[in-house]
Protein backbone atom coordinates (compact mmCIF):
# COMPACT_ATOMS: atom_id res chain seq x y z
CA UNK A 1 0.00 0.00 0.00
CA UNK A 2 3.01 2.48 1.05
CA UNK A 3 4.05 2.08 -2.65
CA UNK A 4 1.11 2.55 -4.00
CA UNK A 5 0.23 5.77 -2.27
CA UNK A 6 3.82 7.24 -2.15
CA UNK A 7 5.09 5.89 -5.98
CA UNK A 8 5.91 9.30 -7.64
CA UNK A 9 3.78 8.08 -10.84
CA UNK A 10 0.30 8.89 -8.35
CA UNK A 11 -1.74 11.02 -10.39
CA UNK A 12 -2.67 14.96 -8.87
CA UNK A 13 -6.28 14.89 -6.76
CA UNK A 14 -8.44 15.97 -9.30
CA UNK A 15 -12.94 16.11 -10.03
CA UNK A 16 -13.30 18.39 -6.84
CA UNK A 17 -17.13 19.11 -6.18
CA UNK A 18 -19.94 20.93 -4.44
CA UNK A 19 -23.51 19.97 -4.38
CA UNK A 20 -25.50 23.19 -4.26
CA UNK A 21 -26.80 23.48 -0.60
CA UNK A 22 -28.67 25.60 0.97
CA UNK A 23 -26.31 28.06 3.15
CA UNK A 24 -29.43 28.12 6.06
CA UNK A 25 -29.89 24.66 6.46
CA UNK A 26 -27.77 21.80 8.01
CA UNK A 27 -25.95 19.43 5.05
CA UNK A 28 -25.40 15.83 6.89
CA UNK A 29 -24.14 13.35 4.77
CA UNK A 30 -24.99 9.31 6.06
CA UNK A 31 -23.51 6.35 5.34
CA UNK A 32 -23.08 3.20 6.88
CA UNK A 33 -21.57 -0.64 6.17
CA UNK A 34 -24.67 -2.65 5.45
CA UNK A 35 -25.47 -0.98 2.02
CA UNK A 36 -27.35 1.69 0.75
CA UNK A 37 -30.07 -0.63 0.35
CA UNK A 38 -30.17 -1.93 4.01
CA UNK A 39 -33.38 -1.40 6.09
CA UNK A 40 -31.23 0.98 9.00
CA UNK A 41 -29.93 3.59 6.80
CA UNK A 42 -33.42 4.02 5.02
CA UNK A 43 -34.76 4.02 8.88
CA UNK A 44 -32.24 6.79 9.68
CA UNK A 45 -32.48 8.83 6.59
CA UNK A 46 -36.75 8.76 7.11
CA UNK A 47 -36.12 9.91 10.62
CA UNK A 48 -33.80 12.73 9.67
CA UNK A 49 -36.69 14.58 6.98
CA UNK A 50 -37.31 18.02 7.51
CA UNK A 51 -33.78 18.44 9.79
CA UNK A 52 -31.76 19.24 7.26
CA UNK A 53 -30.22 18.48 3.46
CA UNK A 54 -29.56 14.58 3.60
CA UNK A 55 -26.77 13.31 1.19
CA UNK A 56 -26.14 9.44 1.33
CA UNK A 57 -23.09 8.11 0.24
CA UNK A 58 -23.32 4.44 1.29
CA UNK A 59 -21.54 1.10 -0.11
CA UNK A 60 -23.63 -0.45 -2.94
CA UNK A 61 -23.50 -4.04 -0.75
CA UNK A 62 -22.92 -4.75 2.98
CA UNK A 63 -19.01 -4.41 3.93
CA UNK A 64 -19.51 -5.55 7.38
CA UNK A 65 -16.10 -5.00 9.90
CA UNK A 66 -14.27 -3.10 7.06
CA UNK A 67 -13.57 -1.30 10.09
CA UNK A 68 -11.33 2.02 8.65
CA UNK A 69 -9.91 0.37 5.45
CA UNK A 70 -10.52 2.34 2.32
CA UNK A 71 -9.36 1.21 -1.41
CA UNK A 72 -6.04 2.29 -3.01
CA UNK A 73 -5.60 -0.93 -5.23
CA UNK A 74 -8.11 0.17 -7.69
CA UNK A 75 -10.44 2.74 -8.73
CA UNK A 76 -14.17 3.17 -6.86
CA UNK A 77 -17.34 4.33 -8.31
CA UNK A 78 -19.99 6.79 -7.74
CA UNK A 79 -23.43 6.70 -9.15
CA UNK A 80 -26.55 8.46 -8.04
CA UNK A 81 -28.99 6.43 -7.40
CA UNK A 82 -32.37 8.84 -6.36
CA UNK A 83 -32.69 12.62 -5.16
CA UNK A 84 -36.22 13.89 -4.50
CA UNK A 85 -34.86 17.51 -3.50
CA UNK A 86 -34.48 16.77 0.17
CA UNK A 87 -32.63 13.38 0.01
CA UNK A 88 -29.76 12.72 -2.51
CA UNK A 89 -28.48 8.88 -2.38
CA UNK A 90 -25.48 7.78 -4.06
CA UNK A 91 -23.85 4.29 -3.80
CA UNK A 92 -19.71 3.66 -4.19
CA UNK A 93 -18.55 0.22 -4.59
CA UNK A 94 -15.34 1.01 -1.67
CA UNK A 95 -15.51 0.75 1.86
CA UNK A 96 -17.39 3.15 4.33
CA UNK A 97 -14.64 5.32 4.62
CA UNK A 98 -14.46 5.76 0.68
CA UNK A 99 -18.01 6.72 1.30
CA UNK A 100 -16.77 9.40 3.19
CA UNK A 101 -13.75 10.54 1.54
CA UNK A 102 -15.42 10.54 -1.80
CA UNK A 103 -18.24 12.77 -0.80
CA UNK A 104 -15.95 15.35 0.82
CA UNK A 105 -13.97 15.05 -1.95
CA UNK A 106 -16.98 15.53 -4.54
CA UNK A 107 -20.11 16.79 -2.47
CA UNK A 108 -18.43 18.74 -0.41
CA UNK A 109 -15.15 20.22 -0.99
CA UNK A 110 -16.03 24.11 -0.38
CA UNK A 111 -18.65 23.61 2.14
CA UNK A 112 -18.20 20.51 4.85
CA UNK A 113 -21.34 19.02 5.76
CA UNK A 114 -22.48 20.22 9.08
CA UNK A 115 -22.73 16.63 10.49
CA UNK A 116 -21.99 13.10 9.78
CA UNK A 117 -23.76 10.33 10.33
CA UNK A 118 -23.19 6.39 9.67
CA UNK A 119 -25.92 4.14 10.20
CA UNK A 120 -27.86 2.50 11.43
CA UNK A 121 -26.20 -0.94 11.89
CA UNK A 122 -27.43 -4.02 11.61
CA UNK A 123 -25.86 -5.12 15.10
CA UNK A 124 -23.91 -3.83 17.67
CA UNK A 125 -20.88 -2.05 17.84
CA UNK A 126 -20.34 -1.59 21.72
CA UNK A 127 -17.06 -2.69 23.43
CA UNK A 128 -14.45 -3.88 21.65
CA UNK A 129 -16.53 -4.65 18.23
CA UNK A 130 -15.83 -0.78 17.84
CA UNK A 131 -12.53 -1.58 16.31
CA UNK A 132 -13.48 -3.86 13.68
CA UNK A 133 -16.80 -1.91 12.37
CA UNK A 134 -17.68 -0.51 9.44
CA UNK A 135 -19.81 1.95 10.86
CA UNK A 136 -17.51 3.51 13.21
CA UNK A 137 -15.01 3.23 10.90
CA UNK A 138 -16.63 5.81 8.73
CA UNK A 139 -17.81 7.91 11.66
CA UNK A 140 -13.76 8.43 12.69
CA UNK A 141 -13.16 9.35 9.14
CA UNK A 142 -15.40 12.10 9.28
CA UNK A 143 -13.68 12.89 12.67
CA UNK A 144 -10.56 13.54 11.16
CA UNK A 145 -11.86 15.80 8.82
CA UNK A 146 -12.67 17.87 11.77
CA UNK A 147 -16.56 17.39 11.37
CA UNK A 148 -19.12 15.93 14.00
CA UNK A 149 -19.58 12.56 13.62
CA UNK A 150 -22.04 9.78 15.54
CA UNK A 151 -22.92 6.07 14.61
CA UNK A 152 -26.10 4.19 15.48
CA UNK A 153 -26.25 0.46 15.90
CA UNK A 154 -29.27 -1.61 16.64
CA UNK A 155 -28.62 -4.88 18.40
CA UNK A 156 -30.11 -6.82 15.95
CA UNK A 157 -28.49 -8.68 13.49
CA UNK A 158 -31.55 -9.54 11.19
CA UNK A 159 -31.28 -8.04 7.62
CA UNK A 160 -35.22 -7.26 8.93
CA UNK A 161 -34.75 -5.46 12.20
CA UNK A 162 -37.59 -3.38 13.31
CA UNK A 163 -36.11 -0.16 13.27
CA UNK A 164 -39.77 1.89 14.08
CA UNK A 165 -38.55 2.54 18.09
CA UNK A 166 -35.41 3.86 17.21
CA UNK A 167 -35.78 6.60 14.79
CA UNK A 168 -36.81 8.90 17.55
CA UNK A 169 -33.94 8.24 19.20
CA UNK A 170 -31.42 8.95 16.15
CA UNK A 171 -33.68 12.02 15.51
CA UNK A 172 -33.18 13.14 19.18
CA UNK A 173 -29.41 12.92 18.93
CA UNK A 174 -29.23 14.52 15.99
CA UNK A 175 -31.04 17.56 16.42
CA UNK A 176 -29.11 17.88 20.04
CA UNK A 177 -25.62 17.18 18.24
CA UNK A 178 -26.49 19.73 15.81
CA UNK A 179 -27.01 22.34 18.32
CA UNK A 180 -24.18 21.10 20.49
CA UNK A 181 -21.06 20.61 18.03
CA UNK A 182 -18.77 18.09 19.66
CA UNK A 183 -15.10 18.92 20.00
CA UNK A 184 -12.59 18.05 17.49
CA UNK A 185 -11.28 14.82 18.15
CA UNK A 186 -14.33 13.37 19.39
CA UNK A 187 -17.55 10.87 18.19
CA UNK A 188 -20.17 9.75 19.46
CA UNK A 189 -20.97 5.66 19.65
CA UNK A 190 -24.56 5.44 19.83
CA UNK A 191 -25.87 1.57 20.13
CA UNK A 192 -29.60 0.77 21.00
CA UNK A 193 -30.97 -1.85 22.78
CA UNK A 194 -33.55 -4.10 20.84
CA UNK A 195 -36.69 -3.41 22.83
CA UNK A 196 -39.51 -1.85 22.50
CA UNK A 197 -38.80 1.17 24.84
CA UNK A 198 -35.50 1.91 25.67
CA UNK A 199 -35.44 2.98 29.10
CA UNK A 200 -33.31 5.79 28.59
CA UNK A 201 -29.65 7.08 27.43
CA UNK A 202 -26.93 6.93 29.59
CA UNK A 203 -23.53 8.54 28.74
CA UNK A 204 -20.90 5.57 29.24
CA UNK A 205 -17.52 4.01 28.62
CA UNK A 206 -16.62 1.32 26.46
CA UNK A 207 -16.37 -2.00 28.23
CA UNK A 208 -13.47 -4.24 27.98
CA UNK A 209 -14.07 -7.35 26.50
CA UNK A 210 -12.82 -9.68 23.47
CA UNK A 211 -14.03 -12.04 21.47
CA UNK A 212 -13.04 -15.80 21.59
CA UNK A 213 -13.99 -19.11 19.05
CA UNK A 214 -14.23 -17.12 16.27
CA UNK A 215 -14.53 -19.61 13.31
CA UNK A 216 -16.39 -22.23 12.64
CA UNK A 217 -14.70 -24.64 10.71
CA UNK A 218 -16.82 -25.66 7.46
CA UNK A 219 -14.44 -28.09 5.66
CA UNK A 220 -11.19 -28.92 3.76
CA UNK A 221 -7.37 -29.20 5.04
CA UNK A 222 -4.94 -26.70 4.81
CA UNK A 223 -2.04 -29.09 5.42
CA UNK A 224 -2.95 -30.98 1.98
CA UNK A 225 -4.62 -28.56 -0.08
CA UNK A 226 -7.02 -25.86 1.53
CA UNK A 227 -9.54 -25.15 4.35
CA UNK A 228 -12.47 -22.96 4.93
CA UNK A 229 -14.13 -21.65 8.31
CA UNK A 230 -16.76 -19.24 9.24
CA UNK A 231 -16.84 -16.16 11.26
CA UNK A 232 -18.87 -16.61 14.19
CA UNK A 233 -17.67 -15.61 18.01
CA UNK A 234 -18.76 -15.32 21.64
CA UNK A 235 -18.24 -11.79 23.77
CA UNK A 236 -16.58 -12.26 26.94
CA UNK A 237 -17.10 -9.08 29.19
CA UNK A 238 -14.47 -9.16 31.12
CA UNK A 239 -16.14 -6.50 33.97
CA UNK A 240 -19.49 -8.01 33.90
CA UNK A 241 -20.91 -6.11 37.62
CA UNK A 242 -19.06 -2.81 36.18
CA UNK A 243 -21.83 -0.28 36.20
CA UNK A 244 -20.36 2.43 33.84
CA UNK A 245 -20.01 0.69 30.43
CA UNK A 246 -21.88 -0.10 27.54
CA UNK A 247 -22.85 -3.44 28.03
CA UNK A 248 -23.90 -3.22 31.48
CA UNK A 249 -26.41 -0.48 30.26
CA UNK A 250 -27.36 -1.95 27.13
CA UNK A 251 -28.28 -5.29 29.39
CA UNK A 252 -30.45 -2.95 31.57
CA UNK A 253 -32.17 -1.80 28.20
CA UNK A 254 -30.72 1.48 27.93
CA UNK A 255 -29.45 3.57 24.86
CA UNK A 256 -25.81 3.85 25.20
CA UNK A 257 -23.62 7.01 24.75
CA UNK A 258 -19.87 6.80 24.73
CA UNK A 259 -17.63 9.44 23.63
CA UNK A 260 -14.87 8.02 21.49
CA UNK A 261 -11.62 9.75 20.51
CA UNK A 262 -9.67 9.06 17.50
CA UNK A 263 -6.22 10.10 19.09
CA UNK A 264 -4.93 6.12 19.97
CA UNK A 265 -2.29 8.04 22.49
CA UNK A 266 -2.04 6.16 25.74
CA UNK A 267 -1.17 9.42 27.37
CA UNK A 268 -1.18 8.19 30.91
CA UNK A 269 1.50 5.19 30.35
CA UNK A 270 4.23 7.69 28.86
CA UNK A 271 6.33 7.13 32.14
CA UNK A 272 6.07 3.23 31.96
CA UNK A 273 8.09 3.31 28.68
CA UNK A 274 10.89 5.67 29.98
CA UNK A 275 13.30 3.34 29.25
CA UNK A 276 13.19 3.25 26.03
CA UNK A 277 14.27 6.71 25.74
CA UNK A 278 17.85 7.26 24.66
Known amino acids: MDNILQSSTRP ?5 GQLPLDPNRPAILVTNDDGYEAGGIKALVESLRGVGRIIVCAPDSPRSGYSASFTCSRPINLMLVSDDGEVAVYSCNGTPVDCVKIALHRFFHERKPNLILSGINHGGNDSVSVMYSGTMGAVLEGCA ?8 SLLNLSPMA ?4 VTSITRRITELVLANPMPRGVVLNVNIPDVAEPKGIRICRQADGYWESEYHYLEGDEQTDMSWFQVTGTYINNEPDAADTDRYWLDHEYVSVVPTTIDHTA ?5 LFDYLVK
Open 12 to 16: KASGF
Open 145 to 152: AGISSVGF
Open 162 to 165: DFTH
Open 267 to 271: YQHFE
